[in-house]
Protein backbone atom coordinates (compact mmCIF):
# COMPACT_ATOMS: atom_id res chain seq x y z
CA UNK A 1 0.00 0.00 0.00
CA UNK A 2 1.05 3.75 -0.44
CA UNK A 3 1.99 5.24 3.11
CA UNK A 4 2.20 8.86 3.13
CA UNK A 5 4.14 11.14 6.08
CA UNK A 6 3.26 15.31 5.81
CA UNK A 7 5.85 17.24 7.48
CA UNK A 8 6.42 21.07 7.41
CA UNK A 9 3.61 22.51 9.82
CA UNK A 10 4.36 24.89 12.66
CA UNK A 11 3.36 27.68 13.64
CA UNK A 12 3.41 31.24 11.55
CA UNK A 13 2.47 34.44 12.00
CA UNK A 14 -0.34 36.11 9.57
CA UNK A 15 1.29 37.00 6.09
CA UNK A 16 4.16 34.87 6.55
CA UNK A 17 4.88 31.46 4.46
CA UNK A 18 4.97 27.73 5.07
CA UNK A 19 6.21 24.77 3.09
CA UNK A 20 4.50 21.57 3.66
CA UNK A 21 5.75 17.88 2.12
CA UNK A 22 4.48 14.57 1.93
CA UNK A 23 6.68 12.02 1.05
CA UNK A 24 5.35 8.83 -0.26
CA UNK A 25 6.32 5.08 -0.52
CA UNK A 26 5.16 1.54 -0.65
CA UNK A 27 3.98 2.57 -4.92
CA UNK A 28 4.98 3.96 -7.51
CA UNK A 29 4.47 7.93 -6.58
CA UNK A 30 4.53 9.25 -10.38
CA UNK A 31 1.04 7.22 -11.39
CA UNK A 32 -0.95 8.76 -8.15
CA UNK A 33 -2.99 11.80 -8.77
CA UNK A 34 -2.37 14.16 -5.05
CA UNK A 35 -4.25 16.29 -3.26
CA UNK A 36 -4.27 18.34 -0.09
CA UNK A 37 -7.54 18.83 2.33
CA UNK A 38 -7.19 20.55 5.65
CA UNK A 39 -9.49 20.06 8.75
CA UNK A 40 -10.47 23.04 11.23
CA UNK A 41 -11.79 22.31 14.51
CA UNK A 42 -15.50 22.05 14.31
CA UNK A 43 -15.40 22.41 10.50
CA UNK A 44 -15.65 19.73 8.28
CA UNK A 45 -12.42 18.15 6.13
CA UNK A 46 -12.32 20.62 3.23
CA UNK A 47 -10.44 20.51 -0.29
CA UNK A 48 -6.82 22.99 -0.64
CA UNK A 49 -5.80 21.60 -3.73
CA UNK A 50 -4.88 18.81 -6.05
CA UNK A 51 -2.19 18.31 -9.07
CA UNK A 52 -2.18 15.32 -11.29
CA UNK A 53 0.36 12.89 -11.82
CA UNK A 54 2.39 14.63 -14.66
CA UNK A 55 2.37 17.57 -12.91
CA UNK A 56 0.98 19.93 -15.50
CA UNK A 57 -2.46 20.06 -14.26
CA UNK A 58 -3.72 21.77 -10.95
CA UNK A 59 -6.67 22.22 -9.01
CA UNK A 60 -7.16 24.78 -6.37
CA UNK A 61 -9.94 25.36 -3.43
CA UNK A 62 -11.14 29.52 -4.51
CA UNK A 63 -9.88 30.77 -0.90
CA UNK A 64 -6.25 29.61 -1.70
CA UNK A 65 -6.04 30.71 -5.24
CA UNK A 66 -2.92 33.01 -5.87
CA UNK A 67 -1.67 32.30 -2.27
CA UNK A 68 -0.82 28.41 -2.01
CA UNK A 69 1.30 26.58 -5.09
CA UNK A 70 0.93 22.64 -4.77
CA UNK A 71 3.87 20.59 -6.77
CA UNK A 72 5.41 17.40 -6.82
CA UNK A 73 8.74 15.98 -7.32
CA UNK A 74 8.06 12.50 -8.57
CA UNK A 75 11.66 11.49 -8.84
CA UNK A 76 12.02 12.35 -4.77
CA UNK A 77 8.41 10.85 -4.61
CA UNK A 78 7.59 14.05 -2.35
CA UNK A 79 4.27 15.93 -2.68
CA UNK A 80 4.42 20.20 -1.80
CA UNK A 81 2.57 23.02 -0.80
CA UNK A 82 3.45 26.25 -0.66
CA UNK A 83 1.92 28.63 1.66
CA UNK A 84 2.14 31.93 1.33
CA UNK A 85 0.36 35.33 2.90
CA UNK A 86 -1.05 32.95 5.28
CA UNK A 87 -4.20 34.10 7.53
CA UNK A 88 -5.29 33.23 10.78
CA UNK A 89 -8.31 31.13 8.94
CA UNK A 90 -5.50 28.68 7.56
CA UNK A 91 -5.75 27.39 10.92
CA UNK A 92 -5.65 23.69 10.46
CA UNK A 93 -4.80 20.20 10.20
CA UNK A 94 -3.61 19.56 6.52
CA UNK A 95 -3.51 16.19 4.92
CA UNK A 96 -1.80 15.36 1.87
CA UNK A 97 -4.29 12.35 -0.24
CA UNK A 98 -3.12 10.43 -3.12
CA UNK A 99 -5.44 8.05 -5.47
CA UNK A 100 -4.81 6.43 -8.58
CA UNK A 101 -7.82 7.44 -10.86
CA UNK A 102 -10.23 10.70 -9.86
CA UNK A 103 -13.18 12.17 -11.74
CA UNK A 104 -13.53 15.07 -9.05
CA UNK A 105 -10.14 15.93 -7.74
CA UNK A 106 -12.00 17.54 -4.39
CA UNK A 107 -13.84 14.91 -3.25
CA UNK A 108 -12.30 13.32 -0.15
CA UNK A 109 -14.42 9.99 -0.84
CA UNK A 110 -12.40 9.42 -3.99
CA UNK A 111 -8.42 9.41 -2.12
CA UNK A 112 -7.68 6.03 -1.31
CA UNK A 113 -4.60 7.24 0.56
CA UNK A 114 -4.09 9.58 3.53
CA UNK A 115 -1.50 10.34 5.50
CA UNK A 116 -1.46 11.33 9.71
CA UNK A 117 -1.72 15.18 9.02
CA UNK A 118 0.61 17.77 9.95
CA UNK A 119 -0.91 20.96 12.39
CA UNK A 120 -0.30 24.87 10.58
CA UNK A 121 -1.37 27.64 13.09
CA UNK A 122 -1.18 30.86 11.87
CA UNK A 123 -1.30 33.62 14.55
CA UNK A 124 -2.99 37.04 14.19
Known amino acids: QVQLVESGGGLVQAGGSLRLSCAAS????????MGWFRQAPGKEREFVAAINWAGDSTTYTDSVKGRFTISRDNAKNTLYLQMNSLKPEDTAVYYC?????????????????WGQGSQVTVSS
Open 97 to 113: AATLWVSDRGDAKQYAY
Open 26 to 33: GRTFSEYT
